[in-house]
């Protein structure tokens, strides 16, 4: 087996009495849709917030690409390609969804105070380029007549468009989405489903959700990662997943998978 | 007659002359509130380095204080904005890592210990006594001229720093500022290092609170610590602020005006009350102010000129993209 992408090794995290996540181990593999499901209150989130440097685990250890990253600030991740979405959107609400995008893109000139006061000429070329990125990324995800739009006066779905937009604006190699079709008509999310298959195919970007819609993660995804109660119950392809008793019971509660397999 | 217009042409220049040098002071206050939600409480402890800092680089030599280096007026105010500058850093290096709240009182008791130390340390500062003979630039012109001429230097030196943090703002640096305001935990995942534009933002508004006290050393050609005193500053430049408009520059800007106007009327008023009145005098125009305060905030609550937004929007709508 190659190296994998992203690697968690007995990775822990508790808030003061309750453990969200107990001595998970889980790898994500290159070029893969990995997808991460489980009841509420399961710990994905928390995962998450963990791998992508959000807050650090309270024990274990995290490597991308090989490397240690655990406890290493969001922005340095971001800038080695891992970036991601919330399952509440985070948006910036009294900025237009196209100044949303366009804050995003690393190492803009512009960003230094020096450049912004003195160099005035690095700064207006580098935002044509990065105000047409944000225009195809929008025209993408067909949200290019909200453009100018204050971006708090979107549509729950038309948010958490506006986070997967978000991670479309950086060359990821790997972008964690969090309960992205949660608040999304299904029309959209079946095309949305096929964005990512294509950013997947095209671009190479790896994929790891979080997804509650089955049918979504039978078609996309391979891995599926089950998580249980702070840690990883199982993992197999989908088929695997929907015959394990354990996942069922996970799900429906104890003797459900006895109940279920009866008939 | 001729008389009387001579003292109200010279109160308004004086009205003026402060008012503007506040307005500096509120445009740092703006980059710190305003743009970045940094809460600053200790605006008098950037003030106080700013005023002497550029007292001891400018004034003649003297067995009173360190110093005085006797250099131009125009590098001590650069001195005073690099020392503000740089303290600003020493304090958010430590505090902008925490939670939002402790800055404000940490800037609350570095101002506190800055305004002791002044006050205290006679070798440096000449203590309660002051710094005198801090020149003024124009100073030898004949009387309303002198300070008609400062006055000048005064609106130039607001119209730079206007024009200064406008361009800052107006500029891929000041989205990032507005992005972090708006959601900190966004723009850490839209790959900005939240903590360093904090910082640079703390920086950037501190020099301007630093020249602010500069300004004040020059116009009274003197400075002791009094001053410094938080009333003077750290509250009323938050007036100004919230009732010029936070979050923007030309709201800052008026709020100095107004409120200093405000303020130095009723001093005006309380000149004529009889003398055991006069005494209660300066808590009773707090009073006043807090209550102007309070009325604004409940009618007009984004201030005279609120903060526009959003921002390049707005401009974009009329030039559609292609
Ligand atoms: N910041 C936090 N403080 C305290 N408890 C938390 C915090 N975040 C999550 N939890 C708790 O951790 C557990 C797992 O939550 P979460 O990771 O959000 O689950 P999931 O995303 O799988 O639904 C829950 O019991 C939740 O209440
Ligand atoms: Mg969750």
Redesign the pocket.
């Known amino acids: 087996m190659t190296q994998p992408l992203i690697s968690v090794e007995h990775v822990s995290k508790s808030?003061?009495g309750?453990q969200?996540?107990r001595d998970c181990s889980l790898t994500v593999q290159k070029g893969s849709i990995t997808a991460l499901i489980?009841?509420?209150?399961?710990?994905?989130?928390?995962?998450?917030?963990m791998v992508a440097g959000f807050?650090p685990p309270t024990a274990g250890r995290i490597t991308l690409d090989g490397e240690d990253i655990t406890g290493k600030p969001p922005h340095q991740l971001f800038a080695r390609g891992l970036v991601r979405t919330f399952?509440i959107p985070h948006e910036f609400s009294a900025m237009t969804v196209l100044e949303n995008l366009m804050v995003v893109p690393m190492e803009q000139a512009g960003e230094s105070l020096l450049v912004a006061l003195f160099v005035r000429g690095r700064i207006h070329k580098q935002e044509s380029e990065i105000r047409e990125r944000a225009e195809q990324v929008l025209e993408f995800l067909r949200l290019t007549h909200l453009r100018f739009e204050r971006a708090g006066n979107l549509s729950g779905g038309q948010k958490k468009l506006l986070e997967l937009a978000r991670t479309m604006m950086t060359d990821a190699k790997i972008v964690l989405l969090?309960e992205l079709g949660a608040g999304v008509n299904r029309t959209l999310l079946a095309e949305l489903a096929t964005d990512i298959e294509r950013l997947n195919r095209e671009q190479g970007y790896t994929f790891w959700l979080?997804e509650h819609d089955m049918d979504l993660i039978a078609r996309l995804c391979d891995p599926v990662i089950v998580?249980a109660e702070?840690t990883v119950l199982t993992q197999g392809t989908m088929a695997e997943i929907q015959a394990n008793p354990a996942v069922i019971e996970a799900y429906l509660g104890a003797g459900a998978a006895a109940r279920r397999t009866a008939p | 007659m001729e008389q009387t217009l001579f003292g109200i042409m010279m109160y308004f220049v004086a009205m003026f002359t402060i008012g503007g040098i506040y307005a500096i002071i509120v445009l740092g206050l703006n980059m710190h509130w305003g743009v970045s939600g940094l809460f600053n409480a200790g605006i008098a402890g950037f003030f106080a380095i700013g005023a002497y800092t550029t007292a001891i680089l400018t004034t003649p030599t003297s067995p009173k204080h360190l110093g005085g280096f006797d250099l131009p007026v125009w590098l001590g105010m650069l001195g005073s904005m690099v020392t503000a500058g740089i303290v600003a850093y020493g304090v958010g290096r430590i505090c902008l890592r925490l939670r939002a709240d402790y800055l404000a009182i940490a800037t609350i008791g570095i101002a506190e210990i800055f305004r002791l130390v002044l006050k205290n340390e006679t070798w440096m500062t000449n203590g309660t006594r002051g710094i005198t003979n801090v020149p003024r630039p124009f100073e030898d012109f004949a009387t309303p001229w002198s300070q008609i001429a400062f006055l000048g230097v005064v609106i130039l030196v607001v119209a730079a720093t206007y024009f200064i943090v406008e361009r800052a703002l107006d500029a891929p640096w000041g989205r990032v500022m507005r992005a972090i305001r708006e959601n900190d935990t966004a723009a850490e995942a839209a790959g900005k290092n939240v903590v360093r534009f904090r910082l640079q933002a703390f920086v950037f508004g501190a020099m301007f609170m630093g020249l602010g006290g500069a300004m004040t050393a020059h116009a009274f050609k003197f400075i002791g610590p009094e001053a410094t005193e938080p009333l003077l500053t750290t509250f009323l430049v938050w007036v100004m602020l919230i009732i010029g408009g936070s979050g923007n520059n030309r709201g800052a800007i008026l709020g100095a005006i107004v409120v200093w106007a405000i303020w130095s009327m009723t001093q005006l008023v309380t000149g004529f009350l009889p003398p055991d009145w006069a005494v209660r005098a300066s808590l009773l125009r707090v009073f006043l102010v807090g209550l102007l305060l309070q009325v604004m905030l409940q009618n007009f609550s984004g201030g005279l000129i609120p903060e526009k937004s959003p921002k390049i929007g707005d401009r974009q709508k009329q030039t559609p993209a292609p």
């Open positions: 808030f003061g309750i969200a996540v489980g009841p509420n209150g399961a710990g994905k989130t928390t995962l998450f917030n807050m399952q969090d979080i998580m702070g």
